[in-house]
């Protein structure tokens, strides 16, 4: 394609990663009065992966799309969290905050399966963007008024904006940063999950078992069929770090080694990793960055700002992002120099207020190397949840895990004046 400029008022945008984020971009962006094109390198919607959550502003996000009901239509039973012992007993149980009001506890009232989320937002959105599978951005170059995006099939193509939604791992966020820079924050803790068959003894409440050694056992389950298998590991060393980018056999080799002595239901869920039909290892880590944009290019979601699955916000995040750039964006279509700018201003605080959520000590206390401390945690929690405490809290808290930020309204952005191109 030939370099030029493509549009004035209304543009031409490539978003680089069909996931949440990528695809929330394209419901605002589309409805801005863009025409966008979202690239994914998985052959077909990728819609598959664990349970996730919405909490704070970002269920606000998906009720401004309109979207709030079909998620409720999907969601996850999962009553609580349970802190079982070796045996499988439980010895304190945290229920989820259904009451509409406060903080959510552990298990949000908007539980939903990553790959449900994905198909709400794919329907809504696949008649009024371009969808490509199978095919990444590889690189890109970058001219007064457009940029030229490189293709993993050997195509360009030009356009007036570069969205990186492409995820923790980000190939345009590499390609954006001053070379050698390192974007992740990292706590020390490792986590694999995958899904094996539902007994009549997984119920709806997770269970969560604690294993001398700085290792966790959790076990939720999402369907009549199915139940999700989640290991956790306390370990800084490199080979830990290393794993997750072993082939996939490796990856399972590691984690049955790591846990083998585990106890509980470990015996079963190691022999139903290899016949899973997913299986992800990840290090939990945060994208931290000063910088999410340059020029025509800029990132969103998980790629500029990733907090982490235990942050609580992560989905959340990229909603409550992919909304505040789109509607920059559509604000000031004509002046994107003003409008990535103002998405960082306005964005910012948000982002720095769930990653602060994020505590190192704090995980390690749910990850205690020795059985007197997990004793000793489970006592207290018991004692907490006898008194109700956490209930109360969760009640009465003034906001949810993204602070008092609050949405901006752009709902009387007018549409640019120049319709796409067909």
């Not at 695809?23 to 966008?36: N, S």
């Not at 990653?355 to 190397?369: D, F, H, I, S």
């Amino acid at each position: 394609m030939k370099d030029k400029k493509i549009s004035t008022g209304s543009l031409r945008v490539l978003v680089a990663g069909g996931g949440i984020a990528g695809q929330a971009l394209a419901f605002w962006l589309t409805r801005g009065g863009h025409r966008v094109t979202v690239v994914e390198r998985f052959p077909a919607l990728r819609a598959t992966g664990a349970q996730v959550d919405l909490r704070g502003q970002g269920i606000e996000a998906v009720e401004r799309m309109g979207l709030l009901e079909t998620v409720r239509d999907r969601l996850v039973d999962e009553a609580g969290v349970a802190f079982v012992d070796s045996r499988g007993k439980p010895k304190a149980t945290l229920m989820a905050n259904t009451s509409g009001k406060g903080r959510q506890t552990l298990t949000s009232e908007y539980e939903i399966m990553r790959g449900d989320l994905v198909r709400v937002l794919n329907d809504a959105t696949k008649d009024g963007a371009e969808y490509v599978y199978g095919k990444s951005v590889d690189g890109f170059d970058q001219g007064a008024d457009h940029v030229t995006a490189h293709f993993s099939d050997g195509t360009s193509g030009a356009y007036d904006l570069l969205i990186g939604a492409d995820g923790q791992g980000s190939r345009i966020r590499r390609a954006l940063l001053p070379e050698g820079f390192d974007p992740y924050w990292r706590v020390g803790i490792h986590m694999a999950y995958w899904f094996v068959p539902r007994t009549a003894s997984d119920t709806n409440i997770r269970d969560t078992c604690m294993v001398p050694g700085g290792r966790q056992i959790m076990r939720r389950s999402h369907n009549a069929t199915e139940t999700q298998v989640y290991f956790v590991l306390r370990e800084d060393s490199a080979e830990a770090s290393a794993i997750h980018r072993a082939p996939v056999e490796r990856q399972q080799k590691f984690w049955a080694d790591r846990f083998r002595d585990a106890g509980w239901q470990t015996e079963r869920f190691v022999e139903g990793m290899r016949d899973s039909p997913f299986f992800y290892s990840q290090e939990i880590a945060q994208v931290r960055t000063d910088t999410w944009s340059k020029g025509r290019v800029v990132l969103a979601g998980d790629a500029a700002h990733c907090a982490s699955p235990y942050s609580g916000m992560g989905v959340s995040g990229g909603l409550v992002g992919a909304y505040v750039l789109a509607g920059e964006i559509n604000r000031h279509a004509d002046d994107l120099p003003t409008a990535l700018a103002t998405y960082d201003r306005v964005l910012r605080p948000f982002v720095d207020a769930i990653q602060a959520e994020v505590n190192p000590r704090v995980l390690r206390v749910g990850l205690p190397m020795s059985g007197h401390a997990i004793s000793a945690f489970q006592n207290v929690t018991a004692l907490a949840c006898f008194l109700r405490i956490p209930d109360l809290v969760a009640r009465f808290a003034a906001e949810d895990r993204g602070g008092d930020w609050k949405l901006p309204n752009y709902a009387n952005v007018p549409a640019p004046t120049s319709a796409p191109a067909a």
